[in-house]
Structures are given as structure tokens and as C-alpha cells.
């Protein structure tokens, strides 16, 4: 059994090494390809996002969990924007629930103000529900959002000074996933997991447009039914092995996310043609980077006030092929790190810190079962290297759901 873990370790390894030079090609637009659906905190490793888009080995340790419904909404640039008083009086209405339509027009073009000139998201929306079942685990999810890029010129990225000179693109994401973990050892000494999921992914995009026409769909949906749009699909599989010791107290993992990440991809003549995969046109196909990624966890499960802490090496293999490309990097590293400490209060009140792909982060939630609100805050890099470009990103979770 020792000899079939380290033969998973390596095929795992050895496929994340094949792709270090990170195939991630998305025509002209930066971060079409990312992973929409990974969960942006990795505070629990027993959820079903976890277990999904995550480590499937997670599954293997069994349970019952409904999620219904299963929401995420991030707002990115917000500390620039808010220096408005009217998109920071349209932001009190929001999250006083009191909010007209004209509100979220000022808030949404607030974030687009803010967002300066360049890549940059605006804002997105995630909708999910889901379940866990014995060792399995199944999801559909739906993800929106709206990013900033400069304006495409002769089939390449031009240069823009300011938000109204850039190219906007909303975006759709679709996946149907399941995923299924097994415990292949179980000794006093270490539990060995495995585990492996399967999505059915749906990608639309529209080509560019102006703020002018972005202000327009806001205020009335029809103005974008003539954009062209892009759509595809792929069918992307993730694996995961994590070895449990002190009595899975801590945890040691190795994934691989988004094998086979290959889109299928047409354009379309606008986006209700795109949804419908009808009368497509210019077939291509659209690669997006498979990942190797390392995680330790230590979660000593206290009752009353638990500490817990993690650290993940993501896109371990896109970060070698960097090395080979460019030199060893320390500051490139840190964009592929996320470490962070976990506090529980009385199973019920939890608050963490991270240090999330180069950046802090810091999130509050109040837990009850899998019943979950939580608020974080913190920044990402939106530029081609560490440090060109940080956003601030606010970020609303909420699950509601029964678990057993």
C-alpha cells in the first residue's frame, strides 16, 4: 500500500513537472482562463468548494451536507471607490439591503472609475448549490463577472491612461462537477486519502466594450444583445492525495487541478447565440494551465478556542517553468503562496489572517453548522508582476444549508 501512495505522489509530480512551461493560451484577453470556480479561502478544508475545486481526497472522510444556497460576491478597487460620497452612500443602501436599481448603477460604475487604467476586475458574483453524500460530492455553479483590460487594438492588448479608455468584458461561468474520495490506508501512524473530480464547464464572453456601452447595459440589459460573444466548453479533472498524521491532525497534500483544461471554443454574433452553442462560427481551441500544487494544514481541534494554520504552494509547476525562463525569484514565489492562521471560537465565531498570493487578507465569519456568513478583505495583484498593480477586494460569503 506505501509503495501505491508514493507511486501517486510521483505520477503527480511527474505530470506537474511535464507542464511547467504552463500552456495558457486566451487570445487577447488577460485572465479569461483563470479558475473561476476555486474557492478564494481555504479556511475549511471539509467543504464541499473545498472537496470540489480544490482536493477531492477531502471527500474520503464521509458525511452529509446540503448546500442551498451557496453565494459569493466580490467588489474589487472599493477603497478608491468609496471616496465618493455617492458610491459610498449607494454602498450603505446595498448592504442595508435598501438599495434601488440607480444605487447599484453608482456602485458598479464607482468600482469602474476606481479601477484605474489597465487589467483590473470590477466586480463578481458567484451562485451555487450543492451536497456531500457519503464520499461523494456534487455541485452547479454559476459565476458572473465584469473585468477591466485595455482596449484591443489589431487583435493585441493597446495602452490606456484611464478607465474610460479601456475594453470591458463580462463574463458567464457554468460548471456541473462531482467528485468522488476514498481512503486507501488507515494505520495508527498515517490515513492515506485520494480522490478525484470531474466538471462539465460552459465559458461566455463578450468581445470588448466601451464604458459608454457598459453604462448603457447597466441602466438597460438590450444595449449589449448586437455585441459579439465567444462560448465554449471544456471538461477539466482534478486529483488529490493528502496523507494524514496525529491523527489527521495534520495534513499533507499534493493536487492536480485543471487536467485537461482544454476549451472548445466559437464565436458567436451575440451572446444569446453563444449560450445556446447556435450558429457558431471560427472554431479554436483555448488552453488553459494545468497546476501542481503542494498544502500543509494543522488543525489540532480544540473545543473551546482552536487554532489551526495552512500553507499552500499553488501553480508549483507554472512557477518552475518561470525559474527556467527567467531565474529563480523569490518575490515571483510569493505569488504563488497562500498561508494563513484559522481561530474558532466555540465552533461558531471564526477569524483569520492570510498572506495570500503576495498580499494580506484578512475575513470574519460566523459559522453555525454549515450555515455561513462570512465578510473578508484584502488585495491581489492585477499586473503582469508582483507589485505593478495591487487591487483591494471586498468580499461577502453566505451559505445556508443543513449538515449531519
Keep these: 500500500m506505501r509503495k501505491t501512495v508514493a507511486v501517486l505522489i510521483i505520477i503527480l509530480t511527474v505530470i506537474g513537472a511535464l507542464s511547467a512551461s504552463g500552456v495558457h493560451d486566451d487570445g ?64 450603505s443602501n446595498i448592504t442595508r439591503f435598501q438599495a434601488s436599481r440607480n444605487d447599484w448603477i453608482t456602485y458598479i460604475l464607482g468600482l469602474v472609475m476606481a479601477s484605474g487604467a489597465g487589467y483590473s476586475n470590477i466586480l463578481s458574483a458567484d451562485i451555487g448549490t450543492g451536497a456531500i453524500v457519503g464520499n461523494w460530492g456534487f455541485s452547479f455553479n ?104 496525529l491523527d489527521d491532525t495534520l495534513e499533507l497534500s499534493a493536487m492536480i487541478d485543471n487536467f485537461n483544461g482544454i476549451y472548445y471554443m466559437w464565436d458567436y454574433d451575440n451572446y444569446k447565440d453563444a449560450a445556446l452553442m447556435r450558429d457558431g462560427r471560427d472554431n479554436y481551441i483555448m488552453k488553459t494551465p494545468l497546476e501542481l500544487s503542494f498544502a500543509a494544514s494543522y488543525d489540532p481541534g480544540f473545543r473551546y478556542v482552536n487554532p489551526s494554520v495552512y500553507m499552500e504552494f499553488t501553480g508549483f509547476n ?43 487578507e484578512i475575513g470574519a465569519a460566523v459559522d453555525v453548522f454549515v450555515n455561513m456568513v462570512e465578510l473578508s478583505y484584502g488585495f491581489q495583484e492585477a499586473g503582469d508582476s508582483y507589485g505593478l498593480k495591487p487591487v483591494d477586494h471586498l468580499t461577502v460569503r453566505v451559505r445556508l444549508g443543513y449538515s449531519r
Design 28 to 91: 487577447p484577453y488577460h485572465g479569461v482562463t483563470d479558475n473561476a470556480f476555486r474557492p478564494t479561502t481555504v479556511n475549511r478544508t471539509d467543504s464541499l468548494e473545498y472537496g470540489l475545486f480544490v482536493n477531492a481526497a477531502s471527500f474520503a472522510k464521509g458525511g452529509f451536507e446540503i448546500e442551498f444556497p451557496y453565494l459569493e460576491s466580490s467588489s474589487y478597487n472599493v477603497a478608491s471607490a468609496v471616496k465618493d460620497k455617492a458610491v459610498a452612500q449607494a454602498l
Design 318 to 360: 507554472l512557477y518552475v517553468g518561470k525559474c527556467v525562463d527567467n531565474g529563480i525569484s523569490l518575490r515571483e514565489m510569493f505569488r504563488h503562496i497562500d498561508a494563513g492562521v484559522n481561530i474558532e471560537v466555540l465552533d461558531t465565531v471564526e477569524l483569520r489572517a492570510n498572506y495570500r498570493y503576495g498580499y494580506p
Design 142 to 245: 454559476v459565476k458572473a463577472g465584469i473585468q477591466a483590460m485595455p482596449t484591443i487594438v489589431d487583435g493585441l492588448p493597446g495602452q490606456s491612461a484611464s478607465p474610460i479608455g479601456n475594453g470591458y468584458v463580462p463574463m458567464v461561468d457554468v460548471a456541473l462537477s462531482a467528485g468522488y474520495g476514498k481512503r486507501i490506508l488507515e494505520s495508527d501512524r498515517i490515513n492515506i486519502d485520494i480522490g478525484g473530480a470531474l466538471h462539465l464547464e460552459r465559458k461566455v464572453y463578450l468581445h470588448q466594450i466601451t464604458m459608454s456601452v457598459l453604462s448603457e447595459f447597466l441602466d438597460n440589459p438590450k444595449a449589449i444583445d448586437s455585441v459579439g460573444a465567444r462560448g465554449g466548453f471544456a471538461v477539466p479533472m482534478d486529483f488529490g492525495v493528502t496523507a494524514g498524521l
